[in-house]
């Protein structure tokens, strides 16, 4: 049994240990853990391993609409004909997609950019899907457009240069309010959450 992937004197093993644990939330002791668990018994969870993403591979790519990730030319969200089509809100990840349809409050589309702006990391519009967005919008579809990049300091200069696209062809561009968490209290929170809570206020 060994006890470092160093050490292992398995240079398979080592290999696959570090190529699981660049994933996120994986440590190398979990990855250590993952391959214990393949290597035990006749090999079938390997199999199943392969299969399962050798099926990624092929079948998932992304929708030609609105590049959530789809399994075909187009995803759930897309081809559902119930979803308001004027009705736009803009993501960063299919991460983020999910996390709204889950909250089961928004019946209109997406728009994933596959990430957000960030200049020193090379990341610029034209890395993102940016252009297809501009297209959407220019087709004069939409009335109104929802902005859900994160609230971090790159999700809102990915925010802005949104709006700026949106300016001339979305009669309505809004942006997710920045919440109090639920069951929080108003001492324990950071400074620019309570600024921004304040700024974003509404009727009573
Ligand atoms: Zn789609």
């Given amino acids: 049994m060994y006890q470092d992937a160093t050490r292992s004197g398995l240079p398979s093993v080592d290999k696959a240990i570090l190529v699981l644990s660049r994933m996120p939330g994986i440590g190398r002791k979990s990855a250590q853990r993952m391959i214990q668990f393949l290597l035990r018994g006749d090999g079938s969870e390997i199999g199943q391993l392969l299969q399962a993403l050798d099926d990624l591979r092929q079948r998932v790519g992304v929708c030609v609409d609105c590049h959530n990730l789809a399994e075909g030319e187009r995803c759930w969200v897309c081809m559902d004909p119930l979803r ?60 109104e457009l929802v902005i859900a990049t994160n609230p971090t300091v790159e999700g809102e200069a990915t925010a802005h ?31 620019s959450t309570l600024y921004q809570a304040l700024e974003g206020r509404r009727q009573f």
């Avoid at 089509?85 to 349809?101: I, K, N, T, W």
């Avoid at 949104?162 to 108003?186: D, I, K």
Wanted: a negative charge.
């Fill in 84 to 143: 308001n089509a004027s009705l736009l809100c803009v993501v960063e990840e299919p991460a983020d997609l999910l996390a709204m349809e889950k909250a089961n409050i928004f019946r209109g589309r997406y728009h994933v950019l596959g990430g957000r702006l960030n200049p020193l990391s090379g990341i610029g519009p034209e890395q993102l899907r940016m252009e297809s967005l501009r297209q959407r919008l220019q087709s004069g579809s939409v009335d």
């Fill in 161 to 191: 240069y949104v709006a700026q696209l949106a300016q001339t062809s979305v009669a309505r561009v809004t942006r997710l309010a920045y919440g109090l968490p639920m069951g929080g209290e108003l001492e324990y929170l950071d400074e």
